[in-house]
Nanobody, 121 residues
């Protein structure tokens, strides 16, 4: 079964750091773009950071200078290092990736189950 599994969320004080990880599992031939989204209560899901297969990176303005996205293609994993966290970063963080399963040979967008990040003031 092809899926994305996230880890690394939790509770942290303002100014602290967290590192999120997301690993793709299953019979996957290739991975295209990977990214992190977040959804705060009462708000729409928004893109936080994305990285293409060749390493091109995009950040939402609020994450620039504080968050770093990276990927390890050999491990089929994308990371989000979050520093200088603020209470407004509190949200459920979701991993997203374009995966090419061997069973379909079609790139398909997959989502992780979400991991809660809570930043206390």
């Amino acid at each position: 079964q092809v899926q994305l599994v996230e880890s690394g969320g939790g509770l942290v004080q303002a100014g602290g750091s967290l590192r999120l990880s997301c690993t793709a599992s299953g019979d996957i031939i290739s991975i295209n773009d990977m990214g992190w989204y977040r959804q705060a209560p009462g708000k729409q899901r928004e893109l936080v950071a994305a990285i293409t297969a060749i390493g091109r990176i995009t950040y939402v303005d609020s994450a620039k200078g504080r968050f770093t996205i990276s990927r390890d293609n050999a491990k089929k994993t994308v990371y989000l290092q979050m520093n200088s966290l603020k209470p407004e970063d509190t949200a459920v963080y979701y991993c997203n990736a374009g995966l090419l399963p061997r069973t379909t040979y079609v790139y398909t967008s997959y989502w992780g189950q979400g991991t809660q990040v809570t930043v206390s003031s």
